[in-house]
Nanobody, 125 residues
Framework: QVQLVESGGGLVQAKDSLTLSCAAS????????MAWFRQAPGKEREFVAG????????AYGESAEGRFTISRDNAKSTVYLLMNSLQPGDTAAYYC??????????????????WGQGTQVTVSA
């Protein structure tokens, strides 16, 4: 089992940058493929970015491609999401998820075994 704690959210203006962190504790961090999802009120949880256990493979959702960068530091058991050129449409609660399967980077939130409590990102125009 792993515990995930997100941090780094806040209120920013459009075109600003923000870095989210997700610190893991418990089981060995490299057991998990990691991802960031987001969920706005009244909407489904949306895949933002995912990263393989080694960190060498990444994938992005359409809204994140070219603006966001996911990375992980296995020595610190932490995954990051650098978000550039933020827009009001990026406003949501951001969650990190961990999954133990060997399916590559998974975009379906139902496949994730563990979740953090979320961190709110609000982007003003």
């Amino acid at each position: 089992q792993v515990q995930l704690v997100e941090s780094g959210g806040g209120l920013v203006q459009a075109k600003d940058s923000l870095t989210l962190s997700c610190a893991a504790s418990g089981r060995t961090f490299t057991t998990y493929e990691m991802a960031w999802f987001r969920q706005a009120p009244g909407k489904e949880r949306e895949f933002v970015a995912g990263i393989t256990r080694s960190g060498r493979g990444t994938a992005y959702g359409e809204s994140a491609e070219g603006r966001f960068t996911i990375s992980r530091d296995n020595a610190k058991s932490t995954v990051y999401l650098l978000m550039n050129s933020l827009q009001p449409g990026d406003t949501a609660a951001y969650y990190c998820g961990a999954q133990t399967g060997f399916y590559g980077i998974v975009r379906d939130p139902k496949q994730y075994d563990y979740w953090g409590q979320g961190t709110q990102v609000t982007v003003s125009a």
